[in-house]
Structures are given as C-alpha cells and as structure tokens.
T-cell receptor, first 113, second 113 residues
Framework: KQEVTQIPAALSVPEGENLVLNCSFT??????LQWFRQDPGKGLTSLLL?????REQTSGRLNASLDKSSGRSTLYIAASQPGDSATYLC????????????FGKGTKLSVIP | KAGVTQTPRYLIKTRGQQVTLSCSPI?????VSWYQQTPGQGLQFLFE???????NKGNFPGRFSGRQFSNSRSEMNVSTLELGDSALYLC????????????FGPGTRLTVL
C-alpha cells in the first residue's frame, strides 16, 4: 500500500527566500507524481506533473524533482512571494490502468511580507 | 475551456439522510475520480470512473457509491449519512491515461448534523 509523507507540516519564510518542500513515498512503482496547491476552503490547483521516466519539471519559479529509487520528490520555489502562501500537496499515482492518487498530508506554507 | 464543476457547493444534511453530489468534467475528459478530504485523514481516494465503468475503488464502505453517464458527468451518492461523512468532496477529471494530469473541481462541502 502506497504511503506518502510530507515534511515539514508547516513552514514560515520571509518574502524573497528560496525554499524546498519534501515528499517521500514508500512504493517506487509509480506512474507519475503530481504537486498541487490548495488555498483555504478551495479545490486543488495542479502545479507540476513528473512522469516516472523524468527527473524534473519546471514551471516559472517552481521546479520539481523526482528520485524513484529513493522514493523522494522535492518542490523548489524560488524567490517566494506572499501569494505563494497555501498548502502544498504531493500525490503519487500508483494506478495500473486507472488513476488513483495517494496524497500526503501537505505542507502549509506562509510567506511573510 | 471550462474547468471541472461541482454542484452543489455546500450541503447540510442530518444523520441517516442520503445525498447526491454531481461533477462535470472538463470537455473531452473521460475519467472522473472522487476524493474525500477531512482534517484528520487528509485526501482519500473514493473511486474512479472511465467511460461509464468503475476502474478503481478506494477503501470506503458500501454506503459510498457512484456512477458515470455517457456524457462523462459523474455523480456520487452517500446513503445513511454519519457525522464522520462531513468533509470536502472533490472530483477530478483527466483524459484517462496513466500519465495524464488530473484537474480538480472546487469541491462540495458536506456538513452532517
């Protein structure tokens, strides 16, 4: 059974700092790993999707890496802004022939102006 | 392109009642998944439908059921509501392949009194 862990549970940084969010998963047989952000009381916004054959993906100030052998993924946020404040969730897709995401509990990020 | 829509956005029910939630996927998407989000358990997979067939099911009691129509719209039903069913119910759609991004709707907030 896939288990996903995110550390830390909460993080507070001053505006402008670069930061890294961590995600680990127990079963390396994943199809892809997806990072989302969730604002309070809202749905999830997809940030980056990394296929199992890829090592990293970039979008603007965001860079996500994937190391299947060690069961780890990181989300790097450059030059953080107050608008980045949200909960960040990683999810591993282990479904064979279907789609089933296993989520971590998330990291709540606060960027202080 | 319109995003994933969910109706209703908020619901209040009492114990023992049943409830039906609706999800309209992004146009052209054939896969719809449902997730339950609670503060204690986080996001948990309920089930996934593809072309009107349930492809995968999470570890939830039989009170939770779903279906998908020929236009890919999906409904989930919860019978005999319990207090613990209070949660944010999220649906997500994708094209259906193992490597596709999942796009989430805003969710339905269900409160059981």
């Amino acid at each position: 059974k896939q288990e996903v862990t995110q550390i830390p549970a909460a993080l507070s940084v001053p505006e402008g700092e670069n930061l890294v969010l961590n995600c680990s998963f127990t079963d390396s047989a994943i199809y892809n790993l997806q990072w989302f952000r969730q604002d309070p009381g809202k749905g999830l916004t997809s940030l980056l999707l990394i296929q199992s054959s890829q090592r990293e993906q970039t979008s603007g100030r965001l860079n996500a890496s994937l190391d299947k052998s060690s069961g780890r993924s990181t989300l790097y946020i450059a030059a953080s802004q107050p608008g980045d404040s949200a909960t960040y969730l990683c999810a591993a897709n282990s479904g064979a022939g279907s789609y089933q995401l296993t989520f971590g509990k998330g990291t709540k990020l606060s960027v202080i102006p | 392109k319109a995003g994933v829509t969910q109706t209703p956005r908020y619901l209040i029910k009492t114990r023992g009642q049943q409830v039906t939630l609706s999800c309209s996927p992004i146009s052209g998407h054939r896969s719809v998944s449902w997730y339950q989000q609670t503060p204690g358990q986080g996001l948990q997979f309920l089930f996934e439908y593809f072309s009107e067939t349930q492809r995968n099911k999470g570890n939830f009691p039989g009170r939770f059921s779903g279906r998908q129509f020929s236009n890919s719209r999906s409904e989930m039903n919860v019978s005999t509501l319990e207090l613990g069913d209070s949660a944010l119910y999220l649906c997500a759609s994708s094209s259906g392949g193992d490597t596709d991004t999942q796009y989430f709707g805003p969710g339905t907030r269900l409160t059981v009194l």
